[in-house]
């Protein structure tokens, strides 16, 4: 299956109150332990590229891998761009075969980041290329990104509707109190937010900073209208831990794929749980 706008299972999900996850690419065996998982699960996915993952693979790697995944799992697959920064870089992925893409303007103020977001909407759209927004501000670090606590602010809900109303996006990120990278106490989402905008517009909100948020919290919130769900720490985390493990046990292994191959094997097992808490799985 060629690679597809969010839009394959995006208004599904919202529908049958269920997630798709966003799982980061870093790598060739992120790539390959995504897809396996999906496989296993029969689940549609979102491969995210940060751009600085976007720098590191390079384009042609990029589209090429996702696209082997596609064909290889047999699933749904959005090739996503995450926390596009401009007009640019999201033209960019759209020529090189990106099926969707983030734009994140929200350290614009709110008029700006409309009129930027409705310029790669109109185009994105034209081309069966699905979007996401973003509104308030995600706290946390992620490549190239970083808000501090005290510049992250929360979504105000009638702004985040207005965004819709006008932007037109496909999915729009909130700010609810959720970070990027890993929590050091309990996340503290504002549900209420996530309640208000849901019920106002059709199109799902998306959680990012998935990686650490309890069970319970991440169900209610599907329950109130989340769809798209980003989880990459998680994955960085045990992929990290398993190749550590194996190059601290032995100081004579040299074959990448003695060490790599845990770290891959580790990331599905945490793919597939995340695909059975987001409801996904057998929804491909
Ligand atoms: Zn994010």
């Known amino acids: 299956m060629p690679l597809v706008s969010m839009n394959e299972f995006l208004p599904k999900a919202k529908e049958k109150r269920f997630a798709v996850g966003q799982f980061n690419m870093n790598n060739l065996e992120f790539a390959q332990a995504i897809a396996q998982a999906a496989k296993e699960e029969n689940s549609p996915f979102i491969f995210g590229i940060s751009e600085g993952a976007l720098r590191y693979m390079g384009m042609e790697y990029t589209v090429a891998m996702a696209e082997a995944a596609a064909k290889t799992s047999g699933v749904p697959v959005a090739l996503h761009l995450d926390h596009g920064s401009s007009f640019d870089v999201a033209m960019q992925c759209i020529r090189g075969g990106f099926s969707s893409v983030m734009f994140d303007g929200s350290h614009y103020p709110f008029e700006e980041n409309v009129r930027l977001t409705k310029e790669i909407v109109k185009v994105a759209h034209a081309m069966g290329v699905s979007v996401e927004g973003e509104l308030g501000t995600i ?9 501090d606590e005290a510049a992250a602010t929360l979504a105000k809900p009638e702004e985040a509707i207005r965004y819709y109303e006008e932007t037109g996006v496909d999915c729009v990120a909130i700010a609810v109190g959720t970070a990027h990278g890993m929590y050091k106490g309990e996340p503290r989402i504002h549900f209420d937010i996530i309640e208000e905008v849901s019920k106002a517009i059709p199109v799902p909100i998306v959680l990012h900073g998935g990686s650490g948020v309890p069970d319970d919290m991440i169900q209610r919130s599907i329950e109130l209208g989340v769809g798209k769900i980003n989880v990459n720490t998680e994955n960085q985390v045990v992929c990290t831990a398993a190749v550590r493990e194996v190059l601290n046990n032995d100081d ?4 990448p794929r003695k060490y790599l191959g845990p770290g891959r094997e580790a990331m599905v097992e945490v793919v597939r749980s995340k695909m059975r808490l987001f409801g996904s799985n057998n929804q491909a």
């Open 139 to 147: 706290g946390g670090v992620e490549d190239d990104l970083v808000v």
């Open 252 to 255: 004579n292994v040299i074959d």
